[in-house]
């Protein structure tokens, strides 16, 4: 039996060994994967419950700008004008 022989065997028979052990690698990755977030879950519980509780935000209200009501806009073909002067060619 040649070297290549063996190790052929020997990864079939550890693959039917795993097979019967009904777990494969990935099953067992997914399984530590969960526990790892099931720990840090419990970690983050127990820190939320020891801080003191944060008081409420409290949104700020924006100042409105005071808006001339009898003030108008300028017309479009002086505000072109005024834009052309003004060095802004577009």
Same mark, same amino acid.
Do not use: C, H, I, Y
């Given at each position: 039996?040649?070297?290549?022989?063996?190790?052929? #065997?020997? #990864?079939?028979?550890?693959?039917?060994?795993? =097979?019967?052990? !009904?777990? *494969? @690698?990935? @099953? %067992?990755?997914?399984? =530590? %994967?969960?526990?790892?977030?099931?720990?840090?879950? /419990?970690?983050?519980? #127990?820190? @939320? /419950? =020891? @801080?003191?509780?944060?008081?409420?935000? %409290?949104?700020?209200?924006? #100042?409105? *700008?005071?808006?001339?009501? &009898?003030?108008? /806009?300028? =017309?479009? *073909?002086?505000?072109?004008? !005024?834009?052309?002067? &003004? &060095?802004?060619?577009?």
């Amino acid at each position: 039996m040649t070297k290549q022989d063996r190790n052929r #065997a020997d #990864a079939r028979f550890n693959k039917t060994n795993l =097979a019967k052990a !009904g777990k *494969s @690698e990935q @099953e %067992v990755a997914a399984k =530590a %994967v969960l526990d790892n977030m099931a720990r840090l879950k /419990a970690l983050r519980l #127990a820190r @939320e /419950a =020891a @801080e003191p509780p944060l008081p409420p935000a %409290v949104k700020k209200a924006r #100042a409105k *700008s005071p808006k001339k009501s &009898g003030e108008k /806009a300028p =017309a479009l *073909s002086d505000w072109l004008a !005024g834009q052309q002067s &003004g &060095g802004r060619r577009t």
